[in-house]
């Protein structure tokens, strides 16, 4: 069984494997897959929606504004990309038009983030938007309601916040974002 199989895989194979996956239609689409990015040991991951087209272009998550804005909402914590802390995405491939990911492309996909989350075992776990949180989670959440709370995947603690893409399109938003991750630091330094 393919989920089965993933889950097996170390850091090399599973990057690999996603490369080469064409189990959704995103993998007709994309110019190359994005993986993720960062420090594989790190304590903080951060999971986003999926790539954009500055990202199918690079190879690596959030290098677009988005990713500007994330860079920046990271050193508002004392946190910078790639020290103490991995990013990936839900979907690794970009959906056509930077749509939301379907449901069915999402199942697709969850199989390798679970893997990179096993593999990374950080100490927390921040999903950026609704895609995320639902994939974590797996039951329908909105933001605005479910911020502010830990919840846990696997034992990790989990925070959920604004996709900076949307905070880019509501910058009313930045300050309860920036909020959301205090929180996060907070449920770290308390050891939770
Ligand atoms: N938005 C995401 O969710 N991920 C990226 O990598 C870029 C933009």
Known sequence: ??????????????????????????????????????????????VGEGPGKEEDRKGEPFVGQAGRLLDNMLGSIGLRRGEDVYIANT????????RTPEAAEIGACLPYLERQIE???PQILIALGRPAAQALLGRE????????????????????????????????????????????RRLMAAGD
């Open 1 to 46: 069984m393919r989920a089965r199989r993933i889950a097996t895989l170390d850091w090399d194979a599973l990057e690999a494997d996603i490369h080469a996956c064409r189990q959704c239609v995103l993998g007709s689409g994309r110019t190359q897959a994005v993986p993720g990015v960062g420090d594989r040991e790190a304590r903080w991951m951060l």
């Open 141 to 184: 959440i909105r933001i605005a309601a479910a911020r502010g709370q830990r919840f846990a995947y696997r034992g990790i603690s989990l925070v959920v916040t604004y996709h900076p893409a949307y905070l880019l399109r509501n910058p009313q938003d930045k300050a309860r974002a920036w909020e959301d991750l205090c929180f996060a």
């Open 119 to 121: 593999l990374v075992r």
């Open 91 to 98: 979907v690794k491939c970009r959906p056509p038009h930077n």
